[in-house]
Protein backbone atom coordinates (compact mmCIF):
# COMPACT_ATOMS: atom_id res chain seq x y z
CA UNK A 1 0.00 0.00 0.00
CA UNK A 2 2.00 2.94 -1.30
CA UNK A 3 0.16 5.70 0.74
CA UNK A 4 0.52 4.11 3.55
CA UNK A 5 4.37 4.32 3.61
CA UNK A 6 6.14 5.64 6.80
CA UNK A 7 6.81 9.14 7.13
CA UNK A 8 9.90 10.26 8.77
CA UNK A 9 9.40 12.08 12.12
CA UNK A 10 10.17 15.77 12.03
CA UNK A 11 7.92 16.97 14.75
CA UNK A 12 7.27 16.88 18.17
CA UNK A 13 4.42 13.91 19.12
CA UNK A 14 1.16 14.76 19.26
CA UNK A 15 0.80 12.35 21.83
CA UNK A 16 1.37 13.45 25.46
CA UNK A 17 4.29 11.73 27.31
CA UNK A 18 2.29 9.27 29.62
CA UNK A 19 2.43 5.88 27.88
CA UNK A 20 2.10 6.79 24.18
CA UNK A 21 1.93 4.22 21.75
CA UNK A 22 5.04 2.49 21.41
CA UNK A 23 7.07 3.31 18.10
CA UNK A 24 8.38 0.20 17.77
CA UNK A 25 5.74 -1.80 18.17
CA UNK A 26 3.43 0.53 15.69
CA UNK A 27 6.84 0.17 13.54
CA UNK A 28 6.00 -3.91 13.51
CA UNK A 29 3.28 -3.40 11.05
CA UNK A 30 3.99 -3.78 7.78
CA UNK A 31 0.23 -2.91 6.04
CA UNK A 32 0.10 -6.31 4.59
CA UNK A 33 -3.76 -6.73 5.14
CA UNK A 34 -4.32 -10.26 6.54
CA UNK A 35 -6.29 -7.82 9.44
CA UNK A 36 -8.90 -6.52 7.07
CA UNK A 37 -11.34 -9.51 7.04
CA UNK A 38 -10.97 -10.22 10.24
CA UNK A 39 -11.76 -6.58 11.13
CA UNK A 40 -15.64 -5.97 11.95
CA UNK A 41 -15.37 -2.28 10.98
CA UNK A 42 -13.78 -2.72 8.40
CA UNK A 43 -15.99 -6.12 7.18
CA UNK A 44 -18.74 -3.49 7.19
CA UNK A 45 -17.80 -0.30 5.91
CA UNK A 46 -14.57 -0.78 3.62
CA UNK A 47 -13.44 2.37 5.12
CA UNK A 48 -9.48 1.92 5.41
CA UNK A 49 -8.53 4.51 8.59
CA UNK A 50 -11.75 1.58 9.91
CA UNK A 51 -9.60 -0.97 9.98
CA UNK A 52 -6.31 -2.06 12.29
CA UNK A 53 -3.48 -1.22 9.14
CA UNK A 54 -5.47 2.47 8.80
CA UNK A 55 -5.25 2.65 12.95
CA UNK A 56 -1.66 2.15 12.95
CA UNK A 57 -1.16 4.46 10.22
CA UNK A 58 -3.29 7.23 12.07
CA UNK A 59 -1.23 6.55 15.05
CA UNK A 60 2.31 6.91 13.43
CA UNK A 61 1.16 9.93 11.86
CA UNK A 62 0.21 11.29 15.40
CA UNK A 63 3.29 9.85 17.12
CA UNK A 64 5.90 11.73 14.03
CA UNK A 65 3.80 14.60 14.34
CA UNK A 66 2.26 15.14 11.27
CA UNK A 67 -1.47 14.53 12.20
CA UNK A 68 -3.16 16.19 15.12
CA UNK A 69 -5.25 14.47 18.10
CA UNK A 70 -8.41 15.36 16.82
CA UNK A 71 -12.11 14.63 16.85
CA UNK A 72 -11.20 12.94 13.10
CA UNK A 73 -8.82 10.66 15.10
CA UNK A 74 -10.76 10.35 18.20
CA UNK A 75 -13.77 8.89 15.95
CA UNK A 76 -11.21 6.21 14.12
CA UNK A 77 -10.46 5.41 17.54
CA UNK A 78 -13.57 5.16 18.93
CA UNK A 79 -14.72 3.11 16.18
CA UNK A 80 -12.85 0.45 16.85
CA UNK A 81 -14.67 -2.79 19.07
CA UNK A 82 -11.29 -3.81 20.37
CA UNK A 83 -12.14 -7.92 19.44
CA UNK A 84 -8.35 -8.35 19.06
CA UNK A 85 -9.21 -10.11 16.02
CA UNK A 86 -6.75 -8.58 13.92
CA UNK A 87 -4.13 -10.07 16.64
CA UNK A 88 -4.97 -13.44 15.41
CA UNK A 89 -5.34 -12.89 12.20
CA UNK A 90 -1.73 -10.86 11.62
CA UNK A 91 1.46 -12.63 10.66
CA UNK A 92 3.94 -10.06 12.13
CA UNK A 93 2.95 -10.40 15.50
CA UNK A 94 1.83 -6.88 16.03
CA UNK A 95 0.29 -6.43 19.26
CA UNK A 96 -2.47 -4.17 18.79
CA UNK A 97 -4.26 -4.60 21.75
CA UNK A 98 -1.32 -2.78 23.73
CA UNK A 99 -1.47 -0.06 20.98
CA UNK A 100 -5.08 0.79 20.76
CA UNK A 101 -5.44 0.65 24.93
CA UNK A 102 -2.04 3.69 24.76
CA UNK A 103 -4.11 5.20 22.22
CA UNK A 104 -7.37 5.11 23.93
CA UNK A 105 -5.93 6.81 26.97
CA UNK A 106 -4.49 9.58 25.03
CA UNK A 107 -7.89 10.49 23.48
CA UNK A 108 -9.60 10.49 26.65
CA UNK A 109 -6.97 13.02 28.24
CA UNK A 110 -6.05 15.02 24.99
CA UNK A 111 -9.39 14.87 22.95
CA UNK A 112 -12.89 16.58 24.56
CA UNK A 113 -16.33 15.39 23.61
CA UNK A 114 -19.10 16.70 23.04
CA UNK A 115 -21.35 17.36 25.62
CA UNK A 116 -23.89 14.67 25.34
CA UNK A 117 -21.24 11.90 24.79
CA UNK A 118 -19.50 13.05 27.88
CA UNK A 119 -22.72 12.90 30.18
CA UNK A 120 -23.24 9.47 28.18
CA UNK A 121 -19.91 8.20 29.12
CA UNK A 122 -20.24 9.42 32.73
CA UNK A 123 -23.21 7.44 32.94
CA UNK A 124 -22.11 4.34 31.93
CA UNK A 125 -19.03 4.29 34.36
CA UNK A 126 -21.01 5.26 36.84
CA UNK A 127 -23.43 2.43 37.02
CA UNK A 128 -21.74 -0.79 35.54
CA UNK A 129 -18.47 -0.92 37.10
CA UNK A 130 -20.42 -0.75 40.74
CA UNK A 131 -21.91 -3.78 42.25
CA UNK A 132 -23.66 -2.06 44.91
CA UNK A 133 -25.66 0.46 42.69
CA UNK A 134 -26.00 -2.49 40.41
CA UNK A 135 -28.30 -3.79 43.10
CA UNK A 136 -29.81 -0.94 43.53
CA UNK A 137 -30.87 -0.34 40.22
CA UNK A 138 -31.63 -4.00 40.02
CA UNK A 139 -35.24 -3.97 42.49
CA UNK A 140 -37.06 -1.26 40.08
CA UNK A 141 -36.24 -3.21 36.94
CA UNK A 142 -37.13 -6.57 38.20
CA UNK A 143 -40.45 -4.45 38.90
CA UNK A 144 -40.35 -3.17 35.19
CA UNK A 145 -39.70 -6.75 34.14
CA UNK A 146 -42.18 -8.40 36.03
CA UNK A 147 -45.18 -6.32 36.14
CA UNK A 148 -45.39 -6.04 32.62
CA UNK A 149 -44.27 -2.63 31.72
CA UNK A 150 -41.07 -3.99 29.81
CA UNK A 151 -43.05 -5.61 27.06
CA UNK A 152 -45.77 -2.99 27.19
CA UNK A 153 -43.52 -0.19 26.50
CA UNK A 154 -41.61 -2.47 23.79
CA UNK A 155 -44.69 -2.72 21.97
CA UNK A 156 -45.79 0.78 21.95
CA UNK A 157 -42.93 1.95 20.02
CA UNK A 158 -41.95 4.25 23.12
CA UNK A 159 -38.36 3.21 22.33
CA UNK A 160 -38.26 4.42 18.82
CA UNK A 161 -38.75 8.36 20.56
CA UNK A 162 -35.72 7.47 22.83
CA UNK A 163 -31.97 8.58 21.90
CA UNK A 164 -30.47 5.76 20.23
CA UNK A 165 -28.18 5.25 23.17
CA UNK A 166 -30.76 4.54 25.96
CA UNK A 167 -33.04 2.65 23.55
CA UNK A 168 -30.17 0.13 22.78
CA UNK A 169 -30.13 0.23 26.60
CA UNK A 170 -33.05 -1.11 26.97
CA UNK A 171 -32.96 -3.61 24.52
CA UNK A 172 -30.17 -4.98 26.15
CA UNK A 173 -30.68 -5.28 29.77
CA UNK A 174 -30.71 -8.41 31.08
CA UNK A 175 -33.53 -10.24 32.78
CA UNK A 176 -33.75 -9.36 36.68
CA UNK A 177 -33.26 -12.50 38.82
CA UNK A 178 -35.44 -12.96 41.70
CA UNK A 179 -32.13 -13.29 43.87
CA UNK A 180 -30.41 -9.98 42.98
CA UNK A 181 -29.29 -9.63 46.20
CA UNK A 182 -27.74 -12.96 46.84
CA UNK A 183 -24.04 -13.23 47.20
CA UNK A 184 -21.36 -16.06 46.98
CA UNK A 185 -20.44 -17.73 49.88
CA UNK A 186 -17.09 -17.23 50.73
CA UNK A 187 -16.69 -20.47 50.58
CA UNK A 188 -17.34 -23.78 48.69
CA UNK A 189 -16.18 -26.91 49.62
CA UNK A 190 -14.36 -29.39 47.38
CA UNK A 191 -15.45 -32.94 47.29
CA UNK A 192 -12.99 -34.75 48.50
CA UNK A 193 -9.63 -35.66 47.94
CA UNK A 194 -8.84 -31.51 47.92
CA UNK A 195 -6.68 -31.01 44.78
CA UNK A 196 -6.71 -26.97 44.44
CA UNK A 197 -7.56 -24.01 46.01
CA UNK A 198 -8.59 -21.47 43.96
CA UNK A 199 -10.01 -17.71 44.45
CA UNK A 200 -13.06 -16.98 42.51
CA UNK A 201 -14.03 -13.82 40.65
CA UNK A 202 -17.41 -12.47 40.80
CA UNK A 203 -17.19 -9.55 38.82
CA UNK A 204 -19.37 -6.52 38.64
CA UNK A 205 -22.60 -7.56 35.79
CA UNK A 206 -22.28 -10.69 36.13
CA UNK A 207 -22.34 -11.29 40.50
CA UNK A 208 -25.76 -9.08 39.80
CA UNK A 209 -27.59 -10.47 36.66
CA UNK A 210 -25.30 -13.58 36.14
CA UNK A 211 -25.44 -14.83 39.77
CA UNK A 212 -26.59 -18.26 38.61
CA UNK A 213 -23.12 -18.48 36.57
CA UNK A 214 -21.30 -17.80 39.49
CA UNK A 215 -23.00 -20.65 41.32
CA UNK A 216 -22.39 -22.66 38.63
CA UNK A 217 -18.97 -22.37 38.39
CA UNK A 218 -18.33 -23.01 41.88
CA UNK A 219 -20.14 -26.22 41.65
CA UNK A 220 -17.96 -27.66 38.92
CA UNK A 221 -15.23 -26.29 40.58
CA UNK A 222 -16.05 -27.95 43.80
CA UNK A 223 -16.66 -31.19 41.98
CA UNK A 224 -13.44 -31.55 40.84
CA UNK A 225 -11.64 -31.00 44.11
CA UNK A 226 -11.05 -27.41 44.03
CA UNK A 227 -11.66 -25.47 47.24
CA UNK A 228 -13.52 -22.34 46.24
CA UNK A 229 -12.38 -18.69 47.99
CA UNK A 230 -14.85 -16.01 46.94
CA UNK A 231 -13.59 -12.77 48.39
CA UNK A 232 -16.10 -10.82 49.22
CA UNK A 233 -17.29 -6.94 48.05
CA UNK A 234 -15.10 -7.22 44.77
CA UNK A 235 -15.69 -4.49 42.98
CA UNK A 236 -15.09 -4.06 38.90
CA UNK A 237 -11.96 -5.49 37.94
CA UNK A 238 -11.30 -2.59 35.78
CA UNK A 239 -11.55 -4.43 32.09
CA UNK A 240 -14.67 -1.62 31.02
CA UNK A 241 -12.36 1.40 32.19
CA UNK A 242 -8.91 -0.04 30.37
CA UNK A 243 -11.42 -0.90 27.21
CA UNK A 244 -12.34 2.86 27.09
CA UNK A 245 -9.33 4.38 28.40
CA UNK A 246 -9.97 5.12 31.47
CA UNK A 247 -6.38 3.68 32.29
CA UNK A 248 -6.38 6.07 35.82
CA UNK A 249 -9.68 4.54 37.25
CA UNK A 250 -8.82 0.91 36.26
CA UNK A 251 -5.35 1.20 37.69
CA UNK A 252 -7.34 1.79 41.30
CA UNK A 253 -9.38 -1.05 40.95
CA UNK A 254 -6.57 -3.29 39.97
CA UNK A 255 -5.44 -2.66 42.98
CA UNK A 256 -8.04 -3.41 45.21
CA UNK A 257 -8.54 -6.85 43.76
CA UNK A 258 -4.92 -7.42 43.57
CA UNK A 259 -4.98 -7.10 47.26
CA UNK A 260 -8.46 -8.79 47.68
CA UNK A 261 -6.33 -12.18 46.77
CA UNK A 262 -3.67 -11.85 48.26
CA UNK A 263 -5.23 -12.03 51.63
CA UNK A 264 -7.25 -15.25 49.86
CA UNK A 265 -3.89 -17.12 49.75
CA UNK A 266 -4.91 -19.06 46.58
CA UNK A 267 -2.98 -20.75 44.06
CA UNK A 268 -4.97 -19.83 40.92
CA UNK A 269 -7.55 -17.08 40.27
CA UNK A 270 -10.22 -18.20 38.51
CA UNK A 271 -12.44 -16.06 35.98
CA UNK A 272 -15.70 -16.76 33.75
CA UNK A 273 -16.05 -13.53 31.87
CA UNK A 274 -13.61 -13.02 28.87
CA UNK A 275 -13.24 -9.52 29.10
CA UNK A 276 -12.57 -9.27 33.08
CA UNK A 277 -9.99 -12.35 32.08
CA UNK A 278 -7.90 -10.65 29.47
CA UNK A 279 -7.97 -7.46 31.83
CA UNK A 280 -6.86 -9.42 34.39
CA UNK A 281 -3.79 -11.10 32.23
CA UNK A 282 -2.81 -7.65 31.72
CA UNK A 283 -2.49 -6.16 35.66
CA UNK A 284 1.93 -6.09 34.78
CA UNK A 285 1.19 -3.65 32.27
CA UNK A 286 -1.57 -1.71 33.50
CA UNK A 287 0.68 -1.31 36.66
CA UNK A 288 4.02 -1.25 35.03
CA UNK A 289 4.60 2.20 37.07
CA UNK A 290 3.92 1.44 40.42
CA UNK A 291 6.38 0.61 42.46
CA UNK A 292 4.46 -0.44 45.66
CA UNK A 293 2.16 -3.17 42.93
CA UNK A 294 4.35 -3.42 39.49
CA UNK A 295 5.95 -7.17 40.82
CA UNK A 296 2.60 -8.09 42.81
CA UNK A 297 0.39 -7.35 39.62
CA UNK A 298 3.03 -9.83 37.48
CA UNK A 299 2.60 -12.60 40.13
CA UNK A 300 -0.96 -11.75 40.40
CA UNK A 301 -1.57 -12.76 36.26
CA UNK A 302 0.21 -15.88 36.61
CA UNK A 303 -1.96 -17.23 38.50
CA UNK A 304 -5.40 -15.93 36.52
CA UNK A 305 -6.80 -18.71 34.53
CA UNK A 306 -9.93 -18.47 32.70
CA UNK A 307 -12.36 -21.03 33.85
CA UNK A 308 -11.95 -23.77 30.97
CA UNK A 309 -8.16 -23.17 30.91
CA UNK A 310 -7.67 -24.62 34.69
CA UNK A 311 -10.88 -27.32 33.76
CA UNK A 312 -8.67 -28.55 31.27
CA UNK A 313 -5.61 -29.11 33.57
CA UNK A 314 -7.30 -31.14 35.38
CA UNK A 315 -8.08 -34.09 34.70
CA UNK A 316 -11.77 -34.98 35.06
CA UNK A 317 -13.26 -36.64 38.19
CA UNK A 318 -16.57 -35.86 38.54
CA UNK A 319 -18.77 -38.27 36.09
CA UNK A 320 -20.14 -36.51 33.05
CA UNK A 321 -24.48 -37.86 32.44
CA UNK A 322 -26.00 -37.36 29.07
CA UNK A 323 -27.28 -34.02 27.94
CA UNK A 324 -28.97 -34.71 24.53
CA UNK A 325 -29.11 -31.01 23.17
CA UNK A 326 -27.88 -29.78 20.39
CA UNK A 327 -26.18 -26.06 20.87
CA UNK A 328 -24.24 -23.59 18.90
CA UNK A 329 -20.90 -22.46 20.40
CA UNK A 330 -20.45 -18.65 20.26
CA UNK A 331 -16.35 -17.89 20.59
CA UNK A 332 -16.47 -14.43 22.74
CA UNK A 333 -13.76 -12.54 20.96
CA UNK A 334 -11.94 -11.85 24.63
CA UNK A 335 -11.46 -15.32 24.68
CA UNK A 336 -10.56 -16.62 21.72
CA UNK A 337 -8.49 -13.47 20.41
CA UNK A 338 -7.40 -11.40 23.18
CA UNK A 339 -6.41 -14.81 25.30
CA UNK A 340 -5.70 -17.11 22.81
CA UNK A 341 -8.62 -19.69 24.20
CA UNK A 342 -9.84 -22.00 21.59
CA UNK A 343 -9.69 -25.19 21.91
CA UNK A 344 -10.63 -25.45 26.04
CA UNK A 345 -14.04 -24.83 25.83
CA UNK A 346 -14.62 -27.25 22.83
CA UNK A 347 -12.83 -29.87 24.52
CA UNK A 348 -14.50 -29.59 27.46
CA UNK A 349 -18.14 -29.30 26.19
CA UNK A 350 -16.79 -32.42 23.97
CA UNK A 351 -16.70 -34.74 27.18
CA UNK A 352 -20.60 -34.39 27.78
CA UNK A 353 -22.16 -37.40 26.42
CA UNK A 354 -25.16 -36.88 23.59
CA UNK A 355 -24.24 -33.40 23.47
CA UNK A 356 -23.96 -32.10 20.07
CA UNK A 357 -22.06 -29.05 19.17
CA UNK A 358 -22.36 -27.32 15.92
CA UNK A 359 -19.81 -24.06 14.76
CA UNK A 360 -21.08 -21.00 13.91
CA UNK A 361 -20.28 -19.24 10.57
CA UNK A 362 -17.63 -16.64 10.64
CA UNK A 363 -16.15 -17.67 13.94
CA UNK A 364 -13.95 -15.04 14.21
CA UNK A 365 -16.18 -12.34 13.96
CA UNK A 366 -17.26 -10.12 17.00
CA UNK A 367 -20.90 -9.90 17.47
CA UNK A 368 -20.81 -6.43 18.29
CA UNK A 369 -21.04 -6.43 22.51
CA UNK A 370 -17.51 -5.64 23.13
CA UNK A 371 -17.64 -4.24 26.31
CA UNK A 372 -19.92 -1.28 25.87
CA UNK A 373 -19.81 -0.59 22.57
CA UNK A 374 -23.04 -1.91 21.95
CA UNK A 375 -24.40 0.92 24.21
CA UNK A 376 -22.01 3.64 22.30
CA UNK A 377 -22.28 2.61 18.75
CA UNK A 378 -25.88 1.13 18.93
CA UNK A 379 -26.12 0.74 15.16
CA UNK A 380 -22.94 -1.22 14.00
CA UNK A 381 -22.97 -3.35 17.31
CA UNK A 382 -26.97 -4.11 15.70
CA UNK A 383 -25.51 -5.14 12.31
CA UNK A 384 -22.91 -7.50 14.00
CA UNK A 385 -25.44 -8.98 15.92
CA UNK A 386 -27.45 -9.34 13.12
CA UNK A 387 -24.99 -11.13 11.39
CA UNK A 388 -24.24 -13.74 14.11
CA UNK A 389 -27.61 -14.05 14.61
CA UNK A 390 -28.42 -15.27 10.96
CA UNK A 391 -25.37 -17.45 11.21
CA UNK A 392 -26.70 -18.68 14.71
CA UNK A 393 -30.12 -20.03 13.33
CA UNK A 394 -28.24 -21.61 10.29
CA UNK A 395 -26.83 -24.31 12.93
CA UNK A 396 -30.55 -25.53 13.54
CA UNK A 397 -29.15 -25.88 17.37
CA UNK A 398 -31.86 -25.57 20.27
CA UNK A 399 -29.09 -23.34 21.93
CA UNK A 400 -26.38 -20.87 22.26
CA UNK A 401 -23.45 -21.00 24.55
CA UNK A 402 -20.66 -18.74 25.42
CA UNK A 403 -18.35 -17.79 27.78
CA UNK A 404 -19.24 -14.07 28.13
CA UNK A 405 -22.14 -12.38 29.89
CA UNK A 406 -21.81 -9.45 27.62
CA UNK A 407 -22.09 -12.19 24.46
CA UNK A 408 -24.93 -13.40 25.66
CA UNK A 409 -27.08 -10.37 26.22
CA UNK A 410 -26.09 -9.14 22.50
CA UNK A 411 -27.19 -12.54 20.82
CA UNK A 412 -30.03 -12.54 22.91
CA UNK A 413 -30.92 -8.92 21.47
CA UNK A 414 -30.22 -9.91 18.28
CA UNK A 415 -32.11 -13.06 18.22
CA UNK A 416 -35.59 -10.49 20.13
CA UNK A 417 -35.30 -8.94 16.95
CA UNK A 418 -35.52 -12.00 14.62
CA UNK A 419 -38.77 -13.23 16.85
CA UNK A 420 -36.58 -16.07 18.49
CA UNK A 421 -36.65 -14.83 21.82
CA UNK A 422 -37.51 -18.18 23.38
CA UNK A 423 -33.81 -19.62 22.33
CA UNK A 424 -32.39 -20.09 25.74
CA UNK A 425 -28.36 -18.47 25.71
CA UNK A 426 -26.15 -20.04 28.44
CA UNK A 427 -22.56 -20.15 29.74
CA UNK A 428 -20.82 -23.02 29.20
CA UNK A 429 -19.97 -23.71 32.87
CA UNK A 430 -24.10 -23.85 33.03
CA UNK A 431 -23.83 -26.98 30.73
CA UNK A 432 -20.51 -28.43 32.82
CA UNK A 433 -22.89 -27.83 35.67
CA UNK A 434 -25.91 -29.76 34.79
CA UNK A 435 -23.55 -32.90 33.03
CA UNK A 436 -22.62 -33.19 36.58
CA UNK A 437 -25.41 -32.82 38.41
CA UNK A 438 -27.40 -34.93 35.93
CA UNK A 439 -30.27 -32.50 34.48
CA UNK A 440 -31.95 -33.22 31.69
CA UNK A 441 -32.21 -30.31 28.94
CA UNK A 442 -35.33 -30.07 30.33
CA UNK A 443 -34.47 -29.19 33.64
CA UNK A 444 -31.86 -26.78 32.31
CA UNK A 445 -34.16 -25.00 30.50
CA UNK A 446 -36.59 -24.39 33.54
CA UNK A 447 -33.80 -23.66 35.90
CA UNK A 448 -33.00 -21.14 33.21
CA UNK A 449 -36.39 -19.26 32.45
Same mark, same amino acid.
Given at each position: M???T?I????????D???A??K?LLA?????????? *?? $????LW?E?M??P??R?Y??? #???QG?A $?L????????D??LG?M???? *?C?????Y?N??????A??????P?SLDD????RLLF??????????? +? %?G $?????Q?????SLVR @?SG??K???????????L?PTV &?SN??W??? *??TA??E?Q? @?R?G?L??C???????H???A?AR??AAE??????PEG??CC?A +??VH??????? /???????????E??N??? !??I?? %??C????KE =???LLR??? %?YAE??R /???S #?? #??IT? !???E +??P? *??????P???A =??D????????? !????P?????? !???LE???? %??P?????S??V?????P??A?QLG?????N?? /?????A??SA?PG?L??L #??GL?R??E /?A??T??M???????????K &?SD??T???
Amino acid at each position: MAHLTQIEPSLPSSFDAHHAPDKDLLADCVHCGFCLP *AC $PTYVLWGEEMDSPRGRIYMMQ #KAAQGAA $PLDGNFQIHMDNCLGCMACIT *ACPSGVQYSNLIEATRAQVERNIPRSLDDSLFRRLLFATFPHPARLRL +L %AG $PLFLYQRLGLQSLVR @RSGLLKLLPQRLAAMETLLPTV &PSNFNWRMP *ARTAPVEPQR @RRVGMLTGCVQQVFFSHVNAATARVLAAEGCEVITPEGQPCCGA +LMVHSGLDQQA /AAMARTIIDMFERANVET !IVINA %AGCGSTMKE =YGELLRDDP %AYAERAR /AFTS #KC #KDITE !ILCE +LAPV *ALRHPLPLRIA =YHDACHLRHAQG !IYQQPRDLLAR !IPQLEIAEI %AEPSLCCGSAGVYNLLHPEPAQQLGDRKVTNLL /ATNAAALVSANPGCLLQL #KSGLSRRGE /AAMPTFHMVELLDASIRGLK &PSDLMTNHA
